[in-house]
């Protein structure tokens, strides 16, 4: 499964000799609820359902049961400005079951009360200057109907 060539041996050297695939996955949230022995990858087009399993099982240790696999087409656009379209790279999406009794479940990479906390702050803050503004801003007597836009 790898093609990288590796230093020649020789005797009383150590042997450095690592085995890594070619390919690599990348998981996916699904936009729709799936089951919690499901699990999203997108993989490279080449990686077949075999090759799927096979990363998993021999590399993990996750037990597979059933890998299911579809080729999405990328995003066809016009270019601004341009007289041509811009078509993004196709990929694979991997759908794999985990037997029964597994499961995964998506980390939680962010405590919720640090983001509540920096929104609390984050609106006082700009209560304080809004606050600021109010106090410090000079009103013309002559163009009191006036609006702001319009400068002073």
């Known amino acids: 499964m790898s093609t990288r060539l590796y230093p020649l041996y020789r005797r009383g050297n150590p042997q450095r000799r690592v085995f890594l695939p070619n390919f690599f ?47 999405i087409l990328g995003e066809i656009k016009p270019q601004r400005w341009k007289g041509y379209l811009v078509k993004n790279d196709d990929y694979r999406i991997a759908t794999v079951t985990l037997h029964e009794g597994s499961f995964f479940e998506f980390p939680k990479m962010f405590k919720e009360d640090a983001m509540g906390e920096a929104l609390d702050e984050y609106e006082e803050e700009t209560e304080k200057l809004k606050e600021l503004e109010r106090k410090y801003k000079r009103v013309d007597p002559l163009r009191k109907d006036v609006p702001d836009f319009f400068g002073i």
């Open 25 to 71: 996955m990348k998981i996916v949230k699904s936009k729709v609820d799936i089951p919690k022995n499901m699990v999203k990858f997108e993989v490279p087009l080449q990686m077949t359902q075999f090759d799927v399993k096979n990363y998993l099982e021999k590399i993990y240790k996750i037990p597979v049961a059933h890998v299911k696999t579809e080729v």
